[in-house]
């Protein structure tokens, strides 16, 4: 079915990242992204990253639902979101902060900017 898209990684070449050097905060995360969806601003798919800690500055609004592992978003005032399987939130624009990976991670995802 064409207007159905299951989000697996199966039979998906991902995506191997870092982020920018000047963005870590602590480790060396490493982050695959399956994107399986590309429509213009809209992005969607499945994310891992490894353990770490890293500034993020969302200029987009993001779906996210925690598949594997935990992790920590911390924003500008020090306030902590725990990311557990399970989790589900929207992340609006304007979001300033930090992705801190405790367990690697798993998440899928929609991205509009």
Known sequence: MEHLVKLTRQGVTPEITRPA??????????????NLEERGTLYAGLWHTTTGEWRVDYVEWEYIRILEGLSVLVDETGAETRLAPGD???????????????????????VLG
């Open 88 to 110: 589900s939130y929207l992340i609006r624009p304007g979001f300033k902060g930090s992705w801190r990976c405790i367990e690697p991670t798993l998440k899928d995802y929609v």
């Open 21 to 34: 050097a000047e963005r870590v905060i602590a480790g060396d995360p490493v982050h695959t992204t399956w």
